[in-house]
């Protein structure tokens, strides 16, 4: 039983202000109760970020090179509990061992060190003329994150906010709660001064509401759905807070007519089903040739058969969804699309073969599907891939941009310039052209995907606060 009944601030393991308040933690595989989470209140918020507010001005002046020993330190510590954090992925939100311990763990891991050298040469200060252009903290970071990617979503965050001299208060989420745990552990090893980063545990109308909407908080870094992200910036309105927004996302991923369809169509069905499909810049939208849907449906349903699923702790591609909420939403939007007449080309409804126990879902593939249906409007955050038909690639581009979300996109193809020239014209804050990636890309939406970008230098950005400096040079005066 992992048990997360303390909260991490001021430096210290403190005991939440109503011990009785606590959520059960559901195993997904085994959908036995696995451990348990203190919920935190107003009142525990209140001492988090009077913490952060307190170490606030000693750390904000801190130079770059003492940031960058600290992050070093993170670094080594976050290396000494990797394995913890698998274990506790796979426990608590069915990620299987090879991801979990792989590129879940390495997500936070590739963010901690493109943290580490961008802080090198960032510019916090810059001349213009007379004027000397600085760039400040912002203050106390209230950082809402989800429980999919949880070491990712938190790394993109944190890393960022330490690095650019600002203190925080975290709230992960209460499905998967101890990955947040370990990594306060792991901050508080390297040496984190008491109250820069500082962790509450709970759910969202207990802590994320107050967290949100609190006075002495100057920036929301929020991760999550539409829905709660909207919720979360009508309870910032009010103090003027910054706001950045990382929400869902209906991304497609469009497979050029080149010699290379078949390979793309396979890696765009096995990429889907990473993570169970629980991925906000998951590719569920793939589109094809019209002309060669039937060479698609033949190879996705040959792709899908190879996903193997079952208990995440044996060597299997893909575990249950997290909860037992997700399963239900993900089970009815398969029957919709089995109802509205989407040719079901693998997979569909209930639970695969053999795992009558498990949150666990059927790899499904619907083809011949339509921009109207809900599959392809929905994110449905699960192992479902809709396949549409394009005409020509101007069509393709039409259907793409067909939606309101705008975070993600692919193109798929053997040719490059046409990739490139295909990629430019998607409506969305990461198109990568023959599935690329890149630690020092900006990541973020469009549309109601979300604002704001993170990762690498672009990260650092909604962090800081741009003061101007002028008549700093008397002599330079326009």
């Known amino acids: 039983m992992r048990d997360n ?15 009785a308040r606590t959520l059960d933690v559901v195993n997904p595989a085994t959908e036995q109760v696995c451990g348990k989470v203190a919920a935190g209140s107003a009142a525990d918020v209140d001492r988090a970020v009077a913490a952060a507010r307190g170490a606030f001005p000693a750390w904000s002046r801190t130079s770059v090179a003492e940031r960058t020993e600290l992050l070093r330190s993170v670094q080594e510590a976050y290396q000494k509990r990797s394995g913890d954090l698998a274990a506790a ?11 979990a311990g792989g590129f879940q763990v390495g997500l936070g891991a590739g963010h901690l060190a493109k943290a580490i050298e961008i802080l090198q040469d960032f510019a916090f200060e810059e001349r213009r003329g007379a004027t ?10 209230a950082l809402i994150t989800p429980w999919n990617w ?6 993109v965050k944190v890393f960022p906010a330490l690095a650019t001299g600002c203190t925080m208060v975290l709230k992960p989420s209460e499905t998967a709660p101890s990955a947040g745990r370990i990594f306060a552990e792991i901050l508080d090893a390297a040496g984190v001064p008491a109250g820069v980063f500082n962790l509450v545990q709970g759910d969202g109308p207990g802590v994320g509401v107050p967290l949100s909407s609190h006075p002495g908080v100057d920036m929301v870094s929020f991760t999550g759905s539409v829905r709660a992200g909207v919720e979360v ?40 089903m990473g993570n169970s499909g629980q991925t906000c810049s998951a590719l569920s939208r793939m589109l094809v040739p019209r002309s060669r849907m039937d060479e698609a449906i033949a190879v996705a349903r040959e792709a899908a058969a190879s996903v193997t699923v079952g208990d995440p ?10 909860s037992r909420t997700q399963f239900e939403k993900v089970q009815a939007l398969i029957r919709k699309g089995i109802d509205e007449g989407a040719t079901l080309v693998a997979g569909g409804t209930g639970r695969p073969d053999g795992l009558p126990t498990g949150f666990y879902v059927r790899p499904t593939v619907f083809a011949d599907v339509t921009a109207d249906m809900t599959i392809a409007r929905e994110e449905i955050f699960g192992p479902v891939l809709a396949i549409l038909g394009y005409d ?9 941009n067909d939606t309101e979300y705008g975070l993600a996109g692919n193109v798929a193809g053997a040719d490059l310039d046409a990739a490139r020239a295909v990629a430019r014209r ?7 052209i023959n599935d690329g990636f890149d630690f020092g890309c900006p990541f973020g939406g469009y549309k109601k995907s979300g604002n704001g970008r993170e990762w690498g230098e672009f990260g650092f950005h909604d962090y800081l606060e741009t003061k101007g400096l002028l008549g700093y040079e008397p002599d330079q005066a326009t």
């Open 150 to 155: 949880p070491l990712n979503q938190i790394a």
């Open 426 to 432: 998607i409506r969305a804050g990461w198109v990568s």
């Open 392 to 400: 020509d690639v101007d069509h393709a581009v039409e259907i793409a």
């Open 233 to 272: 910036a009508r309870n910032a309105a009010p103090g003027v807070k910054r706001l950045t927004q990382e929400l869902g996302g209906k991304s497609p991923n469009i497979v050029l007519d080149d010699a290379a369809f078949a390979g793309n169509v396979a890696g765009g069905v096995t990429g889907m």
């Open 313 to 322: 702790s044996d060597d299997v591609v893909m575990g249950p969804v997290a």
């Open 89 to 99: 992925l796979t426990e608590e939100m069915g990620a299987p061992a090879s991801l």
């Open 5 to 19: 009944l303390t909260f991490y601030i001021g430096g210290k393991w403190t005991g939440p202000a109503d011990p």
């Open 132 to 141: 000397l252009v600085v760039r400040e903290p912002i203050g106390v970071c």
